[in-house]
C-alpha cells in the first residue's frame, strides 16, 4: 500500500468533527440516560406482582435471538400501573444467551411479589433493578472515547506544525 500522507486542514476538521459529536451526543442522549439511572436509586418503592414472564424468541441476522418479556403490577397513590422494565435499558433488549435469559425468567416468576421502583413524578416509569448497567456505563463514556480521539487528531497535527516550524527556524540558522 502506498504511503498516504493526510491533509492537516482535513485531520483538524476530523479532530473538530469528533469533539463537538462527542459533545452533542453526551448533552443530548448520554447525560439524561446517566442522570435518569442515578435517579432511580433514590426513587420510592411499592410493592408488586409479577403478571407476565415468558421468553421470546426471533430471528436477527440468521442468528436465534432470546429476550425476557416481564409484566408487573403495581400501586401507586391508589393507582394502578403496568410495568415492563427490568432495569432502564432492558426493554426490548435481546441477546443470543438463552441461560441469561432463563435465568431472569427464573428471578422474576408469575405471582412473585417484587419491589418496584417508580419515578416520583411519573410513576408509569418504573424498574424493578435500579441504577446504572454496563450499557449505561458504556453510553456514558463512549462520548468521551470519541472526544479523546479528536483531541488526539489534533494534537497530532500541533505536532506535525510544530516540527515543521522548528525545522524552518533550524534551517534558516544555518
Known sequence: MANQKNSPIATFIMGIIFIVSSWMVYSNFSAPMVKESEASENWPTTSGMITYSELSQSMSDGKKMYAANVNYNFTVDEKAYTGDRISLTSNGTSTGSVGKVKETL????????????????FPNNA????????????????????????????????????LLILALFLSTRN
Request: charged share 15%.
Open 106 to 121: 427464573q428471578t422474576y416468576p408469575v405471582d412473585a411479589n417484587v419491589t418496584v421502583y417508580y419515578d416520583p413524578e
Open 127 to 162: 424498574v424493578l433493578e435500579p441504577g446504572a448497567d454496563f450499557f449505561i456505563y458504556f453510553v456514558k463514556y463512549g462520548p468521551l472515547v470519541l472526544g479523546l480521539i479528536g483531541v488526539l487528531m489534533i494534537l497530532q497535527l500541533v505536532k506535525k506544525i510544530g
